[in-house]
């Protein structure tokens, strides 16, 4: 089972570590954003962390460009070869993210009102809500690790209780050691997660993309397909509470995160900032993405990856 660790990687930290497009996402407008909201929204991706982010997948991109540059070559790159291609990727990949940046702006902006954003923008530039979105991009990396092995939880307790009827996966708990002070900031912080429409994207995201892949490594160990009708019912009624569990424990995990670090007023706060109508219709759109934008983002990265590695071995 340990095998399907490496297969979970990208799906579990992807479902809080937004991706540059899904974490705001696509919508069908009837006319064209003004240059007004365009740049509101792009405050906003700036406000939210969604920039910081974008920016920060680049610099792994970056990255990834230098190690490849290396690999061609057979060897280490020269002093001046590392300084060219620094100055080579710094050019590609800022216009590419600009565009990209910009698309999305263009794209999404149309879902809203100027007066919408700006109240987004708003929210998201008190100083609690700067350290809150500050804190789900630092805590992704960690936390999708953790969530790995709740995902393999899942598959070892659907095999283990379809097989022999042995207990599902517990349900997520407070920590034994927490305090009654903890217990209610934990609370707070699953209420947090409830109004700013993270729980309801998170049980999206774990019915749309951990499904498939629990159930893909589950079927290397059941025949699903020769199963009975039954059976195959009583295996998809185990599967489904398995996904409520993982979902639950991946939210608690955050929650408990997020109390040992805000204070109980902190989270009050940020509970009456993001209960607002402009954070639902946020929440629905990031629900109802079609990945479009996501595509549109990662191709153009890809491209440009393939662009920055050409020029710098032309030596233009």
Not at 280 to 289: E, F, N, V, Y
Not at 301 to 310: E, G, K, M, P, V
């Amino acid at each position: 089972m340990k095998s399907i660790r490496a297969l979970f990687a990208a799906a579990a930290i992807g479902c809080f570590a937004l991706t540059i497009a899904a974490a705001l996402p696509a919508t069908a407008a009837a006319q064209a954003p003004s240059d007004r909201q365009v740049a509101l929204y792009r405050d906003l991706m700036e406000a939210n962390g969604v920039a910081h982010n974008a920016r920060q997948a680049v610099a792994a991109m970056r990255a990834a460009v230098a190690q490849s540059a290396v690999e061609r070559k057979g060897s280490p790159l020269t002093s001046a070869e590392q300084t060219r291609l620094d100055a080579v990727t710094a050019s590609v990949f800022s216009a590419e993210l600009e565009n990209v940046l910009n698309d999305i702006a263009r794209t999404q902006s149309t879902g809203f009102t100027e007066a919408e954003i700006s109240e987004l923008i708003t929210v998201n530039q008190s100083p609690a809500a700067v350290r809150y979105n500050a804190a789900r991009f630092e805590g992704a990396d960690t936390e999708g690790a953790e969530i790995q092995n709740y995902m393999v939880d899942a598959v070892v307790a659907s095999i283990n209780t379809y097989n022999a009827g042995a207990a599902p996966t517990p349900a997520a708990a407070n920590p034994s050691d927490a305090d009654t002070a903890l217990i209610q900031r934990i609370a707070l912080a699953r209420s947090l997660l409830e109004a700013d429409g993270t729980a309801e994207t998170a049980i999206s995201f774990v019915r749309k993309n951990h499904r498939i892949l629990i159930a893909r490594e589950i079927n290397k160990h059941i025949e699903v397909n020769t199963l009975p009708a039954e059976d195959r019912a009583r295996l998809t009624t185990i599967i489904n509470a398995e996904l409520a569990t993982l979902t639950d424990r991946i939210l608690q995990l955050s929650a408990v995160r997020y109390a040992q670090t805000f204070s109980r007023a902190e989270l009050a706060g940020l509970i009456a900032a993001y209960d607002i109508e402009a954070q639902r219709k946020l929440t629905a759109m990031r629900i109802s993405d079609d990945g479009s934008l996501d595509r549109r983002a990662e191709a153009a990265l890809q491209a440009a990856t393939q662009r920055a590695l050409t020029t710098f071995e032309s030596g233009s």
